[in-house]
Nanobody, 129 residues
Framework: QEQLVESGGGLVQAGGSLRLSCAAS????????MGWFRQAPEKEREFVAA????????YYADSVKGRFTISRDNAKNTMYLQMNSLKPEDTAVYFC??????????????????????WGQGTQVTVSS
């Protein structure tokens, strides 16, 4: 069982930046595809970004493309989400997720909940206007 712990959330003004981290506990992190999702109050959880096991392939939701960058450091068992030009509509709890079969990062399969096997508890991001 993989344990994922998110950090880096907080309160930021519109136009500002935050970097989220997702630390994994297991020894097989480098073989996992990884993703970020978010859930705003009274809304469904939605896909944000995904990255392949090697870090060479990424996939983004249209709403964050050009503003957010997903990356990973397999030596540190950690994934990141750099969020720039933040907007109030980015306010949500952000979750990281792991795909133990290494499928995500390759297009639309990355945005499907059932592509992921492990989930973190989430970190709150609040963007004020």
């Amino acid at each position: 069982q993989e344990q994922l712990v998110e950090s880096g959330g907080g309160l930021v003004q519109a136009g500002g930046s935050l970097r989220l981290s997702c630390a994994a506990s297991g020894r097989t992190f480098s073989s996992y595809g990884m993703g970020w999702f978010r859930q705003a109050p009274e809304k469904e959880r939605e896909f944000v970004a995904a990255i392949g096991w090697s870090g060479g392939i990424t996939y983004y939701a249209d709403s964050v493309k050009g503003r957010f960058t997903i990356s990973r450091d397999n030596a540190k068992n950690t994934m990141y989400l750099q969020m720039n030009s933040l907007k109030p509509e980015d306010t949500a709890v952000y979750f990281c997720a792991a795909d133990r079969f290494g499928r995500v990062g390759h297009g639309p399969i990355s945005s499907q909940f059932n592509s992921y096997d492990y989930w973190g508890q989430g970190t709150q991001v609040t963007v004020s206007s």
